[in-house]
Every structure is written in structure tokens, then in C-alpha cells.
């Protein structure tokens, strides 16, 4: 379990030194590092998550522990708070959703979820659909035995504008 701390830890920085370099243009960038939990930890921020008011949100962690009915929600109300040009940057369970484990995955991994927490789903694309564009992303494994555990997606997204979701 020390590793994957380690881990979680040492990315964490990674993302936060990139978004501190990133929001030195204006705007307020909020951050949650853990689980968002429906709506909670945004509404908490009361006026300061309001329409455009954000620079960016930095989510460790936090995404891929939402139901299937509430990470859409969230999503929204990330896109909604985000100003032109704001920022999503996330470190995340990516979703288990190739070969044996994908598999797996798919069969098991609703079953075994008790926090909202789905191995199957590509937090990636359940991103895009929430009208982000993804303007880059790494892949890498978590050091856990549990290979359902081990995928793990680093990446910033952008709100797509209405010509860019109509071309892609």
C-alpha cells in the first residue's frame, strides 16, 4: 500500500507543479485532491465555483469515485465553473478497459465497487463526453497487485467551444 502512496504522491506533485506554472495567467485554480463526492466538495465553494469564475480544477483521485450518475453531474458543473480557456487537470484511476483485466473488469468490477468506484469505465472518454477536449495524457500503472487498480491516466482537459465538438 506504501507504494501506491508513493505514487499517488509523487504524481500529485506532478500535477500540481503543472498547473501552478499554468495558472500564473488570471483566474482562480481550485483544487481537490480526494474524492469529490457527488456535488459536495464544489457547492462547499459556494460563489467561487459560479459560472466562468474558474482558472482551473485539479482532481487527484477524485473522479474516478463517482457513481455513473454522478461523474457526469460533476463534469458539468467542472465545465460550467471553468472560464475560457480554464483547465482540468486530473490524476485518476483511468479504467481497466483492454484485454483479460478489461474483461474482467467489465464482468466483476460493478460488483465489487462500493464507494461508486467502476474499474470498466474509461475515465478518459467519460471526460470527452462531458465536452472537454484532451490536450494531454499519460498512461502508467500503479504499483498495487490488484491489476484491476493498476491503470492510472495523468492528463489537462479543456472545455471544447461549439465548433470544436462539432468537428470532432
Known amino acids: 500500500m506504501r507504494d501506491v502512496q508513493r505514487a499517488v504522491m509523487?504524481?500529485?506533485?506532478e500535477a500540481l507543479e503543472a498547473a501552478a506554472v499554468d495558472a500564473l495567467r488570471p483566474g482562480l485554480?481550485?483544487?481537490h485532491l480526494g474524492p469529490l463526492g457527488a456535488l459536495g466538495a464544489l457547492e462547499d465553494e459556494g460563489d467561487r465555483t459560479s459560472p466562468g469564475s474558474l482558472g482551473g480544477v485539479i482532481s487527484v483521485g477524485g473522479l474516478s469515485r463517482l457513481s455513473n450518475d454522478e461523474l457526469p453531474t460533476v463534469l458539468a458543473r467542472v465545465r460550467t465553473s471553468l472560464a475560457p480557456g480554464g483547465r482540468l487537470w486530473f490524476v485518476d484511476h483511468g479504467g481497466c478497459t483492454h484485454g483479460l483485466w478489461g474483461f474482467a473488469a467489465s464482468r466483476i468490477g460493478h460488483q465489487t465497487s462500493t464507494d461508486g468506484f467502476h474499474p470498466e469505465r474509461s475515465l478518459p472518454e467519460c471526460i470527452r463526453r462531458a465536452g472537454f477536449i484532451i490536450t494531454d495524457i499519460e498512461r502508467f500503472a500503479m504499483p498495487t497487485r490488484n491489476p484491476l487498480l493498476r491503470p492510472w491516466v495523468q492528463g489537462v482537459a479543456v472545455v471544447a467551444s461549439r465548433t470544436n465538438r462539432a468537428s470532432s
Open 29 to 31: 485554480v481550485l483544487g
Open 10 to 13: 509523487a504524481r500529485r506533485g
